[in-house]
Each structure stands twice: as C-alpha cells, then as structure tokens.
C-alpha cells in the first residue's frame, strides 16, 4: 500500500512542479523564442531543467541591489534635471537617418543627444593604451573606471603604475571590475597594491555559491569606460589586457577591438550611468561638485552623440529597440560587426528586410571564436541572411572583438553590445549613438580593413556544406535564445 502512494506522490510532485514551472516562464511574458526553449529544457530535464532555470532563467540582482537602485532613481532624475538647464549642450536637431533614434532615446532615458564634444577613435590596442596612459597622468581631481576583464601583463602593468601614481599624488580612483570577467586579477597581487595606493578597487557582481539561487550568476558588469576629471572618457569593445598576453592558448589570434576617447559633456553622462552602478553595487553615493557638472571647455562641433545604458534599472530593452530602430532607418547601407552573432527574431527579420528592400548589408565576424556554441548558433543564422542578400564576411586577422554598426555612412552605434541575448536583454552594457559624418567615415575606413583581412561566404559553397553541420546548427539555434 505504501508503495502505490509513493508512486502517485512521485507523480503528483513531478506534475505539480512542470506545471508550477511552466506557468511560471509564461507568466514573465519573455520572447516566444526564450519561453519556448526554456519549456523545452524544463520539459526534456525536468530536475536539471527547473535548476538551470531558477539560476539562470529570470533576472535577479539581490535585494540589496534592488532597494540600493530604488532609492536612488530620485536623485539621479533630479541630476539629468540639473544637467539639462544647460540649453547649449544639447542637440537641437538631428541628420535624417538619425532622428528617430535619438527620438527614442530622448523619450526613454529624458535626455537629448549632447554637442561641443571631440570624439577620436582607435583601432589599435596600443595606441589607445598611450593615449589612456597619458590621460591618467596629467588626471587632476578624479578617475572613474569600469572594466569586464581586467588582466594583468604588457601594456596594463603602465596603465596600472600610472593609476596607482595617481592616486598617490592625490587623484579620487576609483576601479569598478566584474567578478567574473576578472577573476584572475582579484586572486592576483595587484588588487591589494592598488587598495595601499588609495584606490577604492570594488569587485563588482560577486560570483558565490552560497547565493546562486538568490542572484542570477550570469548577470555580468560588462560595461567599458575610464572617465577623467568629468571631462575626458573612453568606451568601446577594448578589455584592459594586452593582446599579446590574453587568451593566447584559445588559439584564435590576438583579440581586435575598437574604443573611442571623447572629451565634452558626454563625459558628463557617462558619469551619471557609472555613479549609478557604484552605488548599486557599493551603497555609497558619488557626489559631482557643482563646479564640475559642465566640463571645462566645449568644441564648436554640433555632432551629436547619446549615450545609451543597459542592464537591470535601466529601461528595458533599450539597446534591442536602439537597434532595430537604426537598422530600419538604413537607405543606402549598413555594416554591422559584432564577435557573437546569436540575433533575436526580431533584429534577424529587421537585418534580412533592410538587405530585401535595396540597403547593402555587411555583417563582419570572426573566423574563429573563442565560444563554440556561439560559433555553432551563429551559423544557423547564415542561410536565412544570405538568401535575403546580405554579405557575411569572417575576418581572419585574428578574434574580431568590436561592436559596431555604420548606417548610411552618417549614423554610428559603437560600444560593449554583442548581438546576442545576453548583451541584448541581460547584462550591464553602454553604447554610444553618435550622429557624425566626420566619425563615420573614420568608422567606415575600420570597416574597409576588416573587410580587406576577410573572406566572403559564398552562398552557393555554404548551401552545399555537410548535413551534419546543419543538424548541429539546428540543435544549437534551439539554445540560442539563452545564449
């Protein structure tokens, strides 16, 4: 008798819980795509599925980051407020292909793009690096620095000995670096050197399997930005490592990146997003003197850059809606480079319509990389882009690193977006929109080098490739909603 009751309370209890479950993913009212492959999952793993899922299927910072968020929405609000009095800082009008982006982004963070700033790019890590080097040094009040991976080795060794110089000299620093992404710096020395030099050094997302079902583990701090004496900032792809020392044994060549250095009010709005994730992570407010809300000199440039930040207290879906919104806009041409090419169905249909009605379409990838389910999900994205007319390339001058899109050769989005979900819907990321035909066309001769060290997938060769390879594609495109 015991045993037939067993039997049925297995049975019950297994009913009750894919049910409980599946109400669950449903009720959060996610993309069909994500829903259904978290059913699938839940469903084919009952057990293994319902725990992945309450680790990694809904968006969860803590309590302590929430109330933390919360509570300082009103002083953040009334900061844009004070920082928007400035009438001459602000755009007042847009190029055409532009203007329903910064539109969108005015509406949904309540701040218009920003003029009077010098934006130079750089393609080249070491060139960067200088001039970051050099920037440090003659930093005079505060440093503000934000980084996924931090990795000790080459070239990081100076921009580390001109921080810790820095704030030796007197200079606020403060270093902000994701659990996770720089692990390896956290179990090194330089953590504590740095802290007996006076820089407050916060690892932020701490990753502990004590609280893996109270916070969601994958969620990373995948922001890049240095910001000097409000008034001088970089963003862009580039992790602080030295290409020659990381991930040398990934065996996908030196890791190609693009960042941008600005100096004027942008600076200033960068800092509201980074005072925003200290004090999320930190608790501690970061208080900008009133002397030093504007910046120090403005440029006679009317190009007009926004800034658009991601992640959790931060309108959702933005950069998704940034994107399709740009991509719609193209009339003539629109280049994307990206590492991980895994797109909504969205952002896919939006790509396909904008090459079926005339746009030329680049998309630039990595040969190789460093993320095999990625590699695989991408590649099952192929068949349906290169049908509608797009060009694929995969760059082999090593792991192509740099986000980027170019529309019309007017309108560029550069930043830490990946086109993939985790970037798109998950973590702390920044994209800068900048409406400027003198960037774009320095963006545009990146494009054309990456172009240059790239093979062209040839629709023909790719429709004859091995049935094994589509049966892979296929069942990693299944996951790709939770890549």
């Given at each position: 008798m015991i045993t037939p009751f067993l039997d049925w309370l297995i049975v019950f209890i297994y009913w009750l819980s894919i049910t409980s479950f599946s109400l669950r993913i449903l009720i959060k009212r996610r993309a069909v795509p994500s829903a259904m492959a978290w059913l699938l999952?839940?469903?084919?793993?009952?057990?293994?599925?319902?725990?992945?899922?309450?680790?990694?299927?809904?968006?969860?910072?803590?309590?302590r980051r929430y109330k933390r968020n919360k509570a300082v929405c009103a002083f953040f609000d009334n900061w844009i407020e004070q920082f928007k009095s400035y009438n001459q800082i602000f755009a007042t009008e847009n190029s055409e292909v532009a203007r329903s982006l910064f539109q969108l982004c005015e509406h949904q963070q309540g701040m218009s793009g920003l003029i009077g700033n010098k934006i130079q790019l750089f393609n080249?890590?070491?060139?960067?690096?200088?001039?970051?080097?050099?920037?440090?040094?003659?930093?005079?009040?505060?440093?503000?620095?934000?980084?996924?991976?931090?990795?000790?080795?080459?070239?990081?060794?100076?921009?580390?000995?001109?921080?810790?110089?820095?704030?030796?000299?007197?200079?606020?620093?403060?270093?902000?670096?994701?659990?996770?992404g720089s692990g390896n710096f956290f179990c090194s020395p330089y953590p504590t050197l740095m802290r007996k030099a006076g820089i407050h050094v916060v690892e932020a997302l701490h990753v502990s399997i004590l609280r893996i079902f109270?916070?969601?583990?994958?969620?990373?701090?995948?922001?890049?930005?240095?910001?000097?004496?409000?008034?001088?900032?970089?963003?862009?792809?580039?992790?602080?490592?030295?290409?020659?020392y990381f991930k040398q044994k990934a065996g996908v060549g030196q890791w190609i990146d693009m960042i941008t250095r600005i100096e004027g009010p942008v600076t200033i709005a960068m800092g509201i997003i980074y005072s925003r994730d200290w004090e999320m992570e930190t608790g501690e407010r970061i208080q900008i003197p009133a002397?030093?809300?504007?910046?120090?000199?403005y440029y006679s440039s009317s190009n007009a850059i926004q800034v658009i930040a991601s992640g959790p207290g931060f309108p959702e879906g933005i950069i998704h809606q940034a994107l399709l919104t740009a991509i719609y806009a193209a009339r003539e041409q629109l280049v994307i480079t990206t590492p991980y090419l895994v797109p909504s169905d969205d952002l896919l249909y939006a790509i396909c319509t904008a090459a079926q009605r005339g746009v030329k379409v680049h998309i630039i990838i990595p040969r190789?990389?460093?993320?095999?389910?990625?590699?695989?999900?991408?590649?099952?994205?192929?068949?349906?882009?290169?049908?509608?007319?797009?060009?694929?390339?995969q760059f082999e001058g090593g792991l192509l690193h740099a986000k980027s899109v170019l529309i019309d050769d007017q309108l560029s989005l550069v930043g830490t977006v990946n086109l993939d979900m985790r970037s798109l819907w998950l973590n702390f990321e920044v994209t800068l929109v900048i409406d400027a035909k003198s960037f774009s066309n320095d963006l545009?001769?990146?494009?054309?080098?990456?172009?240059?060290?790239?093979?062209?997938?040839?629709?023909?060769?790719?429709?004859?490739r091995p049935y094994w390879q589509r049966i892979i594609e296929r069942i990693v495109y299944l996951l790709s909603p939770l890549l």
């Open positions: 999952i839940v469903y084919i793993f009952p057990l293994v599925g319902i725990i992945i899922y309450l680790l990694l299927g809904e968006l969860k910072i803590g309590k080249n890590t070491y060139e960067a690096m200088k001039s970051l080097i050099h920037d440090i040094s003659n930093a005079q009040h505060n440093i503000e620095i934000v980084f996924y991976i931090w990795q000790s080795g080459g070239i990081v060794d100076q921009v580390t000995e001109a921080l810790i110089a820095a704030a030796q000299r007197g200079v606020l620093c403060r270093l902000m670096l994701d659990s996770a109270l916070r969601r583990m994958d969620l990373r701090q995948h922001r890049k930005m240095i910001l000097i004496d409000n008034y001088i900032s970089y963003t862009g792809s580039m992790n602080m490592v030295d290409p020659l002397e030093n809300i504007l910046p120090l000199k190789y990389n460093d993320s095999m389910l990625v590699s695989w999900a991408s590649r099952s994205f192929f068949a349906e882009l290169l049908e509608s007319g797009v060009l694929i390339y545009a001769k990146v494009h054309k080098d990456y172009i240059a060290s790239s093979q062209i997938i040839d629709i023909i060769v790719w429709s004859k």
